[in-house]
């Protein structure tokens, strides 16, 4: 504070509230930003950042002391936030939606912690507009250590709002997204500056007006931080829906496909073992043999009361003998009417899929087998699942998680069936016994309904 007093005089009580205020909500702010791609040269943009925005605080200072009005206040507060704004966006190169974000989730804990810790002193009956203490009132010199107390613990909250509240994966902008975060930005700007320059007005009338303040500024810190929560969740999953939506469309233009060749393959088929009848006895056995092997890799002999089961059955049947996979199969189709084609198609096709991709990995030839139950159970339909994997198997929210590079590029397959399931008020599970993966998937059928 000497230091402080020596180059500011008559304005360091006024230069002190706010450089504090723009160096913790800075502070906050970088806590949330630690995902952000940085800009070129970033130490220097922070250090450069901070220099000009702590002149901004003199200068600013120097006109709230000379004119002290309410209005004033509220002007250089606001600007303080806008230079914490434009801070962070000239010193991160990331979209703006996202930097926004950040900007939003770091003001919102600035107010949260910067409201609890005087909350702290008011509870302990310590006046916090006298003193930094959590100790004795203002009356008692502050010690080096309890400033060293108060930053520490400012930080620490800091930090912890940040591990909790921090963005966990990243916006993609579309429309509603970036006209959400940037109605919650200038809300954030707005709110917080009323709430730091109003509330310090009225928190010295009374004691209860200065508690509900706190709470309220509090509250208001969590609502934001929820409300940034809740705008990543939903373009998560309107960005996992998009994706679904155009393997679904992949889906049904490959089961069309699939669904075509299985025809042309099946009537020549039926044509060669007539062929093969009239000439049979033109051939030799390991001849005839050897054909009638080849129809029956080829011949569609799956029948379970539903075309679309039959189709991806049997080219999931066929891709299995293509890799030397046993595929063992009992599944009655006739409850499937529910699902549409795609959904028959890429439901079963994604679970065969992974089961393929597993077993592929197992090194014993003993235990490369797949087998799938699909049946009418005390009025569920039930679809299970099992098969031996190698290696080890990560779940998370009880479902596997993908084992390839990039797993925001992968692992719809799992998604898309859950999705599926739960759309028909089904229940996926998943298990792990030894070195055997069990799915099960149970419809209620009044879903059929």
Known sequence: MEFLYNFLGPYTWEGYALGLTFLETQICIMFFARSLKKGTWFPLRVILSFILGFLGCCLLAVWKTTVDTLPVRVICYLIITLINMVITLICYRDTTVNELLVFCSGSAAYQVAGKFYPLLQNLLGINDRETISLFHNGSTKIQDWEWVLFIALLIFMYWLLSIVFRPKTRLIEDQTTTRNVVMLSISVVLIVNVLICISRVYEAESFALNI???????????????????????????????????????DLSQFESVKANMDVINMKCH???????????????????????????????????????????????????????????????????????????????????????????????????????????????????????????????????????????????????KYITEQYGGKLAVSVEDNMFFLKIRFPLAQEK
């Not at 049979?280 to 054909?291: D, F, P």
Request: net charge negative; proline share 3%.
């Open 271 to 417: 044509n060669l073992k007539h062929i093969i009848g009239k000439i049979e006895g033109k051939l030799t056995e390991e001849e005839v043999a050897s054909l009638q092997e080849a129809i029956q890799f080829y011949d569609s002999n799956i029948k379970t009361g539903n075309k679309v089961l039959d189709v991806v059955l049997c080219e999931k049947a066929m891709l299995c003998q293509k890799n030397g996979i046993k595929f063992f199969c009992m599944a009655d189709g006739e409850k499937l009417n529910f699902l549409t084609p795609v959904q028959t198609y890429t439901l079963f096709g994604n679970i065969i899929d992974n089961a393929v991709e597993a077993v592929q990995l197992v090194e014993n030839p003993d235990n490369q087998m797949i087998s799938l139950l699909c049946r009418e159970n005390n009025g569920f339909l039930e679809i299970e699942e099992s098969n031996y994997f190698d290696g080890p198997l990560l779940l998370e929210d009880n479902l596997p998680t993908t084992t390839k590079e990039d797993p925001n590029q992968h692992g719809f397959g799992i998604k898309s069936i």
């Open 212 to 250: 509900v303040v706190k709470l309220f500024s509090i509250g208001f810190g969590f609502v934001v931080l929820l409300t940034c929560t809740g705008i990543l969740s939903r373009n998560e999953r309107e960005q996992q829906m998009s994706i679904l939506q155009q393997l679904w469309k992949q």
